[in-house]
């Protein structure tokens, strides 16, 4: 049976801007068990990284929380103090930030960073730390890594950087991982380690992780879960088999066709037109109906219900009511 | 497209090292060879994609060719003109024609300059456009990458990093130049504005007749936009080719494996991965020999010693590997 380990329910998380209060995350439900990926995909800018940052509560000082829960191993963590937070950050829960620069601190070593949370969470000596720190540094295939506890971030290459960061987020062996593109900077054969790594320590911990990323090729790979985000909307929501061979949605379909074919050159690449809403334009009806090929008046109206399309598998969007509809006329009819 | 007959940029034997202190006294005890020796020319209008393991040396090389580094050793002819050893004060004009796409996108941006006025500066430093002129190019520029007006009075932190990246393409369009190093430009961008900006960039291309050198790791993006890709491996050049030929006919073992652990988008399909075992090895020591043997599936008590020769092993395909 599964078993829960983070529910978030009815997610809104606002930032205070020049233009007033701006909703960045609008009311986002999904849950992760244990030992079980949930990928978050969508465009740029459509809310994946205030989703994650929202749950560690690491938003930036205009963000704020202001509806929903979300609960962690049974805890409700909007409404914890931040020192008990802080018990919790880098040790039963870690992330892994898209942009490695900002997380990694310029002025302290490689080292002393990857020691500091096993001190602290676990209570290593200053040599136990160290030692351990140059063994997850191997693991995630750092070369020469007790030369690398000594040097600075800047002297690292951008993959580095990012397996230092990944290395720092799995030093307490966390229950819950939020990776936030954590492959990006790497090459394929580094990234296959990493994933597998992670896959491991899923196993043997039962780790649950979140994963934000655009690389559908690693979405396939890993996740179990996959939930599609547009303009601070969930839209679509399944297991991975499904969501591949039936996407629903015409965001999700339009995000397929547009990951470039490896294995053909002169495959089409299909932009999906025009851009993602500013957090301050006003939309009614559906958030995606201005670039959506399909969209009626309904669309521009009502914002769509969330369709079950089947046990695992959620949609909002309002042609599922066209095909629901004619599906059971047609189950009707064959009853007859 | 691709003109072969003229190289826009010649770089031979290019090296740079950088130092490794240690001790007390901070001195020098050895150099990380983050690139060894790479030769090639690079052809005007076209796009040379570069691929190859974390750490090889790729964003050290854009950067030694932009001469935004010193070099340790080598050559750089751009355009006819030796500009490796020129003095930083020459170097100048050339600049304005050679821009950098960065990896990182909040690294180069400024958090508490607007960013239209980020974009503004390199108006104000290069062209005598007044006030007003300055502000319909910005405006011009944001629009060109898929921004809005009103993105030109927000500050770095209030976009998404997909968008950063768009703001560090505008700026390094905004000058006109001949040849950008795009250094994982696309890689913070989803999939469908990914695509845009692939299609932006060789719309650019073609309307300004942009060279570029693609440094990605995203495998399907650089077969899609590259015309020949180059495989770096620990310093060096690994192999070459026309990109069509090196997806299709890969013949260095790195390649191969390269190739072999790339992510399908297909659930449940087990990759036919082949795994490359043994150390990796230390860019401050590397091994003699050819530097991928520590790892290769093929390698021989030759490929220990001797350091295999960069050769054409059929038209325009070159590969640095014995057993091929
Ligand atoms: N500090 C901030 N103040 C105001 N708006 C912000 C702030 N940080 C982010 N935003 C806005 O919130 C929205 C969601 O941003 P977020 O970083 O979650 O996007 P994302 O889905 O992670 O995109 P990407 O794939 O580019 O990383 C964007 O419109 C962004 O401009
Ligand atoms: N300023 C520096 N000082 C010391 N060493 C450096 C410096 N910059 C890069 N290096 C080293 O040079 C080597 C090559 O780094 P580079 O950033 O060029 O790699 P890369 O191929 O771009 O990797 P990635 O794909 O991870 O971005 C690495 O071993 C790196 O640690
Ligand atoms: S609800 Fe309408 S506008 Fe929205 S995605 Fe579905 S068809 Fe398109
Ligand atoms: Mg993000
Ligand atoms: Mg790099």
Redesign the pocket.
Known sequence: MAELLLDVNNLVTKFKTADGKLSAVRGVSFSVNKGETVCIVGESGCGKSITSLSIMNLLPNNGEISEGSVRFLGQELTKMRQDELRKLRGNKMAMIFQEPMTALNPVFTVGFQIREPLKIHKRLSQREAHRKGIELLKQVGIPYPEKRMSQYS???????RQRVMIAIALACRPSLLIADEPTT???VTIQAQILDLIDDLKEELGMGVIMVTHDMGVVAEVADRVMVMYAGEKIEEADVESLFSNPQHPYTKGLLKSVPNVDDRNHQLEAIPGTLPNLNEVITGCRFHNRCEFATEKCRTQSPKTFTVNDEHTVRCWLQEVEQHDESAATASSNQ | MMNLQQPLLQINNVKKY?PIKGGILQRVQGH?K?VEDVTIDVYEGETLGIV?E????????GRAVLRLEPLTEGSIVFKGQEIGTLSDRKLKAFKREMQMIF?DPYASLNPRQRVGDALEEAFIIHTSLSKKERKEKVLNLLDEVGLKAEHYDRYPHEFSGGQRQRIGIARAISLNPSFIVCD?AVSALDVSVQAQVIKLLKDLQEKHQLTYMF?S?DLGVVRHISDRVLVMYLGNTAELAPADRIYDNPLHPYTKALLSAIPRPVPGRKRNRVKLEGDLPN?ANPPKGCSFHTRCPLATVRCKEERPIWREVEENHFVACHEV
């Open positions: 800047h002297e690292l290459s951008g993959g580095m900077a790497l090459d | 950088y990380v983050a190859g974390s750490g090889c040396g790729k964003s050290t090389f990896q994982e440094i790791h860019p």
